[in-house]
């Protein structure tokens, strides 16, 4: 009965990390929207589920010399599908950012990325 208990915690173990996403959550919401900001950008980003699959795509935004990026926020729009958000390169403080979403093993994903700044 032990070892049962044993195996059974060790198939769950085995689990979480397969599906686990490197260093993301659901949700994106990075930096403050300060007095004067601006919507620098909105996007939805989509894809429909697949089966047995893990979809990913990177999504830029690129401003111009001046740009300062003050917040990034990618949002799950409807019921969570478990999907992960992160800033892949830029960000905060830079001109431009590069956002990696990826969805869970046969989801999809169903995000409103915004962007910030002035
Ligand atoms: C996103 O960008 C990284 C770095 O350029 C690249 O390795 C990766 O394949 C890209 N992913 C997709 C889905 O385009
Ligand atoms: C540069 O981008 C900012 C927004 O970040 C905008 O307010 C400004 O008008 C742009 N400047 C030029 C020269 O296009």
Redesign the pocket.
């Known amino acids: 009965m032990k070892t049962l208990i044993f195996l059974v915690l060790a198939v769950l173990g085995a689990n979480a990390a397969v599906v686990k996403s490197p260093a993301a959550r659901s949700n994106l919401n990075v930096g403050f929207i300060a007095t004067g900001d ?1 919507l ?1 950008h909105s996007s939805y980003v989509y894809r429909p589920a697949m089966a047995n699959a893990i979809q990913s795509e990177n999504v830029s935004f690129n ?2 010399r ?2 300062r990026i003050t917040a990034v926020q990618a949002t799950e729009v409807g019921a969570t599908q478990f999907a992960s958000a992160w800033i892949f390169s830029g960000g905060i403080g830079q001109n431009s950012v590069t956002v990696r979403f990826q969805s869970s093993v046969g989801r999809g994903y169903y995000y409103l990325l915004r962007v910030w ?2």
């Open positions: 601006r620098l401003g111009n001046t740009t700044g002035r």
